[in-house]
């Protein structure tokens, strides 16, 4: 049984809208399901987090962990969903892996992701800016 | 003892680029760090929004010029898994080389730049007088000593000369036979003992913790390295 099944068998009711292709797994979950899925990933199955990406869509904003399983090389990506863009909020990672700590302060400081429980939620690379930039990767940023 | 803060940057003659680091000492000791790293954020994603996949190669190139094929490789490997396509054996195999001797004169670099840091230039001018020939060869292959230009959609920009490979294989094994040297040589030197033993210690735990990757995680006991955990190109099928 390949690590694949493994997890979605064990998963089937808190994951929707898998795509599994190339030794990349990618599927969604909901915030309040995101530690319980990251926590078995790090700390049963032994994965690194690889980093994280964030997406502003029409109607949504994404982020997207990748967690890879060395020994198989293959990657687990939960995807979070939040509906809320004017002030998008999900849970931290970072209680469970120390190394989300600044790619979750990245998010925040280009998309204005607000993370939960984070220790230090500062901006990482626009920290003193002399623009000011705002969330400059949204749609709705303002041009500096 | 009292701490005191030692600001670092962002413009100093130490740093190679831009970075600023905010030190908290117990006399001699570092105790904490706190940095802002920002300094040369250039937007590269954003950019690329803009750009086509052809120039998006060359941006990408341009993001580190010490590691200039592996941000292509990945971004010409990204655009090749979106369209499905198969790129030949052999400029699988080319684009191994020329990554792997990006590798190899990228750590002779960081083995230079450490010694010198650390004020112990022979070991600088040893790790560059080594780093020289893996230039060469570079130059030899692509036409370039850095930036290379050779990452294409489908490809390689250039083969590499059937007459040029003598000259390369015996670079290499000379460079092979320095590098046992400078290890043996590293690994005994009681200056370099004295100086790094002991100092900002990445255990296990902490490895583990943050993510560390390759040579850092191998060195607090992790194993990992990517070329066999998640092989690309010429790596999953070696000669």
Redesign the interface.
């Known amino acids: 049984m390949s690590k694949v099944d493994e997890f979605r068998d064990k998963f089937k009711d808190i994951i929707s809208q898998e795509i599994d292709k ?2 990349r797994y990618y599927f969604n979950v909901r915030n309040e399901d995101l530690r319980t899925v990251v926590r078995y990933l790090f700390e049963e199955m032994g994965c ?3 980093t994280a990406t964030g997406t502003e869509m029409e109607d949504h904003i994404q982020v997207l962990y990748h967690f ?1 399983h ?2 198989s ?1 293959q990657y687990f990506c939960p995807r979070v969903v939040v509906k809320n863009k004017d002030n998008p909020q999900i849970n931290s990672i970072v209680p469970i ?3 989300a700590k600044w790619i979750e302060r990245e998010l925040f400081d280009f998309w204005g992701i607000k993370f939960k429980d984070h220790p230090d939620m500062r ?7 002399p623009a000011k930039l705002d969330k ?2 949204r749609f709705d940023k303002e041009d500096v | 003892m009292t701490k005191n803060r030692i600001p670092l940057g962002p413009f100093h003659p130490l740093l190679e680029e831009a970075e600023y680091f905010e030190l908290q000492v117990e006399g001699e000791t570092v105790v904490d760090l706190d940095m ?3 300094w040369m ?1 250039r ?1 590269h ?2 950019i690329s929004e803009q750009k086509n996949f052809t120039q998006s190669i060359y941006l990408v190139e341009r993001i580190c010029g010490i590691c200039s094929t592996s941000h292509p490789i990945a971004c010409v490997r990204a655009i090749e ?1 979106v369209d499905n396509v198969e790129i030949p054996v052999r400029a699988k195999y080319i684009r191994s080389l020329v990554g792997e001797l990006e590798r190899i004169h990228s750590h002779l670099l960081w083995l230079g730049l450490a010694g010198h840091f650390i004020g112990y230039d022979t070991v600088w001018m040893w790790a560059w007088k080594y780093r020289e020939p893996v230039l060469e060869m570079m130059e030899l292959i692509s036409g370039n000593r850095n930036h290379y230009g050779m990452m294409r959609v489908g490809g390689v920009a250039k083969d590499v000369k059937p007459a040029d490979i003598p000259d390369l294989v015996d670079k290499l094994d000379m460079i092979d036979k320095k590098m046992e040297m400078i290890a043996k040589v590293a690994n005994d030197d009681p200056v370099l003992k004295a100086r790094l033993k002991g100092v900002g210690v990445l255990t296990h735990e ?1 490895a ?6 390759g040579p850092t995680s191998r060195a607090s006991g992790v ?2 390295d990517v070329r066999r ?3 690309h190109e010429s790596q999953s099928s070696p000669l």
């Open positions: 190339k030794g690194r987090l690889s890879s060395d020994p090389g892996v120390m190394g901006r990482l690379l626009a920290l003193n800016h400059p990767m | 802002e790293i920002g954020h937007g994603e954003y898994d902490q583990i913790n943050y993510c560390a990757t194993p990992g955990d998640d092989p």
